[in-house]
């Protein structure tokens, strides 16, 4: 029992480096060849075309979305620059109404102010003419009321007038 | 077992290369060619785990990718400009083959830290295999491509005349010492960070140096996982490196 014991555990426990114990390469190399044809099978078979396809179609899917940015960006810029456009189309537009309707108003203004004018100096003269007339009206009567008056003065002297005396003296005094 | 007790009684019970024993899966019995042992199994999971990233995690092929997807989309990429940047244009036809090796890799050194595993690429046959096959390629390669010019790889045509013929014997030595070195760094580096910790794991047996044992562990563990990446990167870009030099021979 004791060398049984022995036995096995000279086979458990190594006698110096396990790896040198030459017996058991060919196992070892029989197994890994086995491995490494396994392993090279899958990846170039399997694995490694399929990342490569996997990391074109990411290079292209980037290319596409870039191109695709590019080109609404393109789109944006154009955008802008039609709105620019409109805009500075409108601009001038409304600089073009406002000047129209400056010329317009301010001939409007002419317009009415030379009416004005026309009215107010057609006034002028009608007030000239009445107050002329009012003037003579006034001296006609001064003239009436003067003859008058020296009439009654001569008479309440006891002179007979003489009416066409009176008259060419008031005449002559007003004239004074 | 009345050794075994003895044994056990005598001193700690440190056996940091136990881990690296070769047995079958299923009994007990001599290790043939075609047994299938623990190798096999994290081998399978090595595979698994390819295919679950690589193809399985790919599998909806979306535009916006999943994480699983973008991490293999990521892998894919890293190698790739690998590739390219230092063997050339030339040398994408061969990406495919440098991707296995790289995922490989990886995969068993990652599947190698999940405790109580087992470390394919911790044994020297493992990784043996993998060296001679890029030293394979990579010689068959570039007398294909190159033809006899190849060799003007170890003609250094730079340097003084009189110093070629010293250097071509120091090229063609660091040419054969390739493989060599390129195989035992990997297997090194996971079995030295790999029987560390088994180490600092039997010591923790004894209760007053357990904390600091632990804190060693998880330090060490740290390491591991950090020398798990780069032994695959450093790996993968030496077989870019190598796969140049069978391209362009000419320096």
């Known amino acids: ?176 | 077992m009345a050794t075994e007790a003895q044994g056990e009684a005598g001193g700690l019970a440190i056996h940091p290369m136990d881990q690296f024993i070769v047995k079958p899966l299923l009994g007990d019995g001599p290790v043939g060619m075609f047994t299938i042992t623990n190798v096999t199994l994290w081998l399978f999971l090595a595979i698994l785990a390819v295919v679950g990233l690589m193809v399985i995690g790919t599998s909806r092929r979306a535009i916006i990718p999943s994480r699983s997807q973008s991490v293999a989309e990521m892998a894919y990429g890293f190698i790739y400009k690998m590739v390219e940047d230092v063997a050339g244009k030339d040398g994408l036809k061969f990406f495919p083959y440098i991707m296995t090796l790289f995922l490989f890799i990886v995969f068993a050194n990652f599947l190698g830290l999940i405790p109580m595993s087992f470390t394919t690429t911790s044994h020297i046959a493992v990784t043996a295999v993998l060296a001679a096959l890029v030293f394979l390629t990579v010689t068959i390669l570039g007398f294909v491509k190159n033809g006899a010019s190849f060799l003007g790889l170890f003609w250094v045509s730079s340097a003084p005349l009189a110093l070629r013929p010293i250097l071509a014997i120091i090229e063609l030595i660091s040419y054969f010492v390739r493989p060599v070195s390129h195989s035992i760094r990997l297997a090194g580096n996971v079995m030295a960070g790999h029987a560390v910790i088994k180490v600092f794991a039997g010591f923790a047996a004894v209760a007053w140096v357990a904390p600091a044992s632990i804190l060693a562990i998880s330090a060490v563990y740290a390491l591991e996982v950090l020398v798990a990446f780069i032994q695959a990167y450093v790996f993968t870009i030496l077989t870019c490196v190598y796969l140049k030099d069978a391209l362009h021979p000419h320096h």
């Not at chain 1, 491995?35 to 899917?61: D, M």
């Not at chain 1, 007030?127 to 006609?140: L, Q």
Request: aromatic content about 4%.
């Open chain 1, 1 to 176: 029992m004791a060398t049984e014991t022995k036995g096995a555990e000279a086979a458990e426990s190594a006698v110096g480096m396990p790896q040198l114990d030459f017996a058991t390469f060919p196992n070892q190399i029989f197994w890994l060849l086995v491995t490494l044809v396994v392993i090279y099978f899958i990846l170039s078979r399997v694995a490694l075309p399929r990342i490569a396809a996997v990391l074109a179609e990411r290079q292209g899917t980037i290319t596409n979305d870039l191109a695709a940015a590019e080109e609404l960006k393109k789109k944006a810029e154009e955008a802008e620059e039609a709105y620019n456009q409109a805009l500075a189309d409108a601009r001038a537009e409304a600089h073009r109404i406002v000047g129209e309707a400056k010329a317009e108003m301010q001939a409007e203004l002419d317009a009415a102010t030379a009416k004005a004018d026309a009215e107010i100096s057609a006034k002028a003269a009608e007030s000239e003419k009445a107050i002329g007339e009012i003037r003579a009206g006034a001296m006609d009567a001064i003239k009436d009321v003067a003859r008058e008056a020296a009439a009654e003065i001569v008479s309440t002297l006891g002179l007979k007038a003489d009416q066409k005396a009176i008259d060419k003296a008031v005449t002559a005094k007003l004239k004074g």
